[in-house]
Nanobody
Framework: QVRLVESGGGSVQAGGSLRLSCAAS????????MGWFRQAPGKQREGVAV???????TYADSVKGRFTISRDNPRATLYLQMNSLNREDTAMYYC???????????????WGQGTQVTVSS
């Protein structure tokens, strides 16, 4: 059974940084696409950053140059380093995994429960 558990969310002032982590278990092998998605109140879930099994990454335009996705395969952990945060980054952040490359589309098979990020000015 695949299980994804996010951590690292919290409240931060604009311009600050946070690092999200996602601990994965039950994934049969490392050849999974993994990603970070977010959903703000009243808005649809959107892709933030995804990373392929070979380490190639894709970012939403709104976070390029500010966020960095990475994965530690031996530790089965996914990370999202978020710098220069602004109020528009406030949302629930979800970790997701899939065997197929869905890119930034929220069609992944497995999801975590989310971790809240709140940015204040």
């Amino acid at each position: 059974q695949v299980r994804l558990v996010e951590s690292g969310g919290g409240s931060v002032q604009a311009g600050g940084s946070l690092r999200l982590s996602c601990a994965a278990s039950g994934i049969p092998d490392i050849w999974y696409y993994m990603g970070w998605f977010r959903q703000a109140p009243g808005k649809q879930r959107e892709g933030v950053a995804v990373i392929a099994p070979n380490g190639a990454s894709t970012y939403a335009d709104s976070v390029k140059g500010r966020f960095t996705i990475s994965r530690d395969n031996p530790r089965a952990t996914l990370y999202l380093q978020m710098n220069s945060l602004n109020r528009e980054d406030t949302a629930m952040y979800y970790c997701a995994a899939a065997r197929i490359d869905y890119g930034l589309l929220p069609r992944y098979n497995y999801w975590g429960q989310g971790t809240q990020v709140t940015v204040s000015s």
